[in-house]
């Protein structure tokens, strides 16, 4: 008698963990399977080189790091403590909305003018989305570029 308690004692705590195991591992897919069908994508204020061109430029870019296609429909600076969002004109695109395949990623050049017509601070960049969604980002070369357009404004 004492060795079949023991037995089905085993069998229990045995069938109670995989149990847990396999519940914790389903809530885990269907928290993976929710994540991939949102909209995942990075703006970053960026310096890089155009063609024909021998200095590097400040640019947006935009990078789709969702498993489905997006379209942006605009890309913008942010400015001031109160966060406006302010459209830029960019350089070299032909249209909008641009058609970003998933992984893959967008580069718009922009006046430079436009940042010097601004008496607000630089808070970071934007992208909007075609569904109306707002992505922020700030990026590495933010910072040099509130130093380098800080001290050309004018008094």
């Not at 995989?18 to 269907?30: E, R, V």
């Not at 967008?106 to 109306?132: C, E, I």
């Amino acid at each position: 008698m004492f060795w079949k308690d023991e037995i089905t004692l085993g069998i229990a705590i045995f069938g109670a963990v995989f149990g847990f195991t396999g519940m914790m591992l389903g809530l885990y897919n269907a928290w993976a399977a929710r994540d991939l069908r949102r909209v995942h994508a990075r703006v970053m204020l960026i310096s890089a080189q155009r063609r024909n061109m021998k200095e590097p430029q400040p640019a947006f870019e935009v990078i789709n790091l969702s498993v489905f296609p997006i379209g942006i429909s605009e890309v913008g600076i942010v400015l001031g403590w109160r966060r406006r969002r302010q459209a830029v004109n960019p350089v070299a695109i032909e249209q909008w909305p641009q058609r970003l395949e998933a992984r893959d990623a967008l580069t718009v050049f922009f006046d430079v003018s436009a940042l010097l017509a601004q008496d607000q601070r630089l808070a970071g960049v934007y992208a909007k989305l075609v569904s109306g969604e707002v992505i922020d980002g700030r990026g590495p070369e933010l910072k040099l570029v509130r130093r380098m357009f800080g001290s050309l404004r004018k008094p």
